[in-house]
């Protein structure tokens, strides 16, 4: 089982569970080199840590976003070797960044198989208040759950910091995400999609802007999240140097 730190802990089929894939999907990614190899213990048992589970999800966004395995190969051959769980979970978020919010609907074993954990009462109760599921209206319900959230509130029901920082904390990202995007909708608006509709007339310019709409999201999540780690960075430097 997994015990909250980054040692491979988890079995092939604690593993799939908590990645919502199955087995033998797990040993196929791992034949085709998808997957590196599980840290042997006793008796043989291969474990698996968070590196395997970040790279599972990265796998799978990217088969949703319609690449093949052989694509898949070439994109993750790309990346650098000693990427950590967090890193994939960045190229994971820039990946999706394009795909519509996911939810799906679990029972309570379900959820908690998905979650790769037993989840209490109040366990459940903060995930609902950081909004990654929805609780049922009735006993013996189904959770309605957002998978793109999921993952990330797990890890934060171990996190040694108060729930209700944690929601202060959303409530930050949500509002000036909120306004950045809504900057970015102008800029958009009144630079680039006001002068397109004086030239539609323009088949080079239409297969720009085209073009320009297909890769516009992607470029602007990546230029947002690597924005904000320097800031971040900058930020929490200054304020723990200053003390």
Request: charged share 25%; proline share 6%.
């Given at each position: 089982m997994a015990t909250g730190t980054d040692e491979p802990t988890l079995t092939v089929d604690e593993?799939?569970?908590r990645a919502g894939v199955t087995v033998r999907t797990v040993r196929f990614y791992s034949t085709r080199g998808l997957l590196p190899p599980p840290v042997i213990g006793p008796r043989r048992v291969g474990h698996y840590g968070p590196d395997h589970l970040s790279r599972l999800a990265l796998?799978?966004?990217?088969?949703?976003?319609?690449?093949?395995?052989?694509?898949?190969?070439?994109?993750?051959?790309?990346?650098?070797?000693?990427?950590?769980?967090?890193?994939?979970?960045i190229h994971r978020a820039l990946v999706a960044s394009w795909a519509p919010d996911k939810t799906e609907d679990f029972s309570r074993a379900g959820l908690e198989r998905r979650a790769g954990r037993a989840l209490s009462e109040a366990d459940v109760e903060r995930l609902a208040a950081m909004g990654v599921l929805v609780r049922p209206e009735e006993d013996g319900g189904t959770y309605r759950?957002?998978?793109g959230l999921l993952r990330l509130g797990v890890e934060l029901l171990d996190v040694p910091i108060a729930h209700e920082t944690?929601?202060?904390?959303r409530t930050v990202l949500l509002e000036h995400t909120r306004s950045a995007a809504q900057e970015m909708t102008r800029l958009f608006r009144d630079e680039v999609w006001n002068?397109?509709?004086?030239?539609?007339?323009?088949?080079?310019?239409?297969?720009?802007?085209?073009?320009?709409?297909?890769h516009m999201q992607p470029i602007v999540v990546q230029a947002l999240?690597?924005?904000?780690q320097r800031s971040l960075k900058e930020e929490l430097?200054?304020?723990?140097t200053a003390e």
């Amino acid at each position: 089982m997994a015990t909250g730190t980054d040692e491979p802990t988890l079995t092939v089929d604690e593993l799939a569970a908590r990645a919502g894939v199955t087995v033998r999907t797990v040993r196929f990614y791992s034949t085709r080199g998808l997957l590196p190899p599980p840290v042997i213990g006793p008796r043989r048992v291969g474990h698996y840590g968070p590196d395997h589970l970040s790279r599972l999800a990265l796998i799978e966004e990217l088969q949703q976003q319609g690449m093949t395995l052989a694509a898949i190969e070439r994109y993750l051959e790309q990346l650098p070797p000693d990427l950590s769980a967090h890193d994939l979970a960045i190229h994971r978020a820039l990946v999706a960044s394009w795909a519509p919010d996911k939810t799906e609907d679990f029972s309570r074993a379900g959820l908690e198989r998905r979650a790769g954990r037993a989840l209490s009462e109040a366990d459940v109760e903060r995930l609902a208040a950081m909004g990654v599921l929805v609780r049922p209206e009735e006993d013996g319900g189904t959770y309605r759950v957002d998978l793109g959230l999921l993952r990330l509130g797990v890890e934060l029901l171990d996190v040694p910091i108060a729930h209700e920082t944690i929601l202060a904390a959303r409530t930050v990202l949500l509002e000036h995400t909120r306004s950045a995007a809504q900057e970015m909708t102008r800029l958009f608006r009144d630079e680039v999609w006001n002068p397109y509709r004086e030239r539609e007339g323009d088949p080079e310019h239409v297969a720009a802007m085209k073009s320009l709409s297909a890769h516009m999201q992607p470029i602007v999540v990546q230029a947002l999240v690597t924005a904000f780690q320097r800031s971040l960075k900058e930020e929490l430097r200054a304020a723990f140097t200053a003390e």
